[in-house]
């Protein structure tokens, strides 16, 4: 196979986020702010902790910090502390956040279906193995 995967990979990720991008601006968000709100508004477990959306968007801990210091600065999410724990935050969605949820669950819900729909039914099942298997098998 003479492709270079990363590269079209790379293209791929490219459009999927100006896409959302474009979306998100329309909220004064960014597309990852757009996405850890679509994260947070559905946990995959009842309680969210900033190492929670490092491991969730594979980012480092001062990238993390960073966007959680803007959200925070700009409303969009709370940090509760924890009562056994003084150093550990709780990451909850602001009022204002809620408000944008429905719309930004929509959004991500046909973002997702206009990506999958160019692959048969099949195709998506591997095509989403296989993307849950790369970071993974890449990490070092």
Known sequence: MAHDV???IKVASNEISRGINTFAGKYGLTGTQL??????????KETIYQKDIEQEFNI???????????MEKDEL??????????RLKRIVLSD????MQD?????????????LSALGTLERHSFIR???????????
């Open 60 to 70: 480092r801990r001062s990238t993390a910090t960073n966007i959680l210091k803007t």
């Open 96 to 99: 204002k956040s809620k408000d």
């Open 77 to 86: 999410i709370i940090r509760r502390n924890v009562k056994n724990d003084s």
């Open 103 to 115: 719309a930004i669950d929509k959004f991500m819900e046909a973002n997702d279906q206009q990506i």
């Open 6 to 8: 990363a590269h079209l």
């Open 35 to 44: 996405q850890i709100i679509h994260y947070l508004a559905n946990p995959p």
């Open 130 to 140: 296989a993307l849950k298997k790369i970071p993974q098998k890449l990490k070092k």
